[in-house]
């Protein structure tokens, strides 16, 4: 069975970086790596992904200042972020998307950008 546990999160003011972690355990054909954010009273919405092949994609609210990136010999997933804002506060998910059956998630970390 795949888990996911995030770290990396934590309080930092606005204009600073943070990269968040992401370490996979289990065995399990992916898609792709994903990572989601939830902020207070708003829907979990999609902030990037990284494919099998290495492809990536991000949102459009955080392109340019967010990196995802992987290690294949650490089963780890990353999340770089710079140049944040208050409005990147939120609980940041970490999901596989496997080849078959329903998106694994993680528990989640919170990251708070202060003003």
């Known amino acids: 069975q795949v888990q996911l546990v995030e770290s990396g999160g934590g309080l930092v003011q606005a204009g600073g970086s943070l990269r968040l972690s992401c370490a996979t355990s289990?065995?399990?054909?992916?898609?792709?790596w994903d990572w989601y954010r939830q902020a207070p009273g708003k829907q979990r919405e999609f902030v990037a992904a990284i494919s099998s092949g290495g492809s990536t994609n991000y949102a459009g609210s955080v392109k340019g200042r967010v990196t995802i990136s992987r290690d294949n010999a650490k089963n780890t997933v990353y999340l770089q972020m710079n140049s944040l804002k208050p409005e990147d506060t939120a609980v940041y998910y970490c999901a596989v998307n496997p080849l078959h059956g329903r998106y694994i998630w993680g528990q989640g970390t919170q990251v708070t950008v202060s003003s």
């Open positions: 289990g065995s399990i054909s992916i898609n792709s």
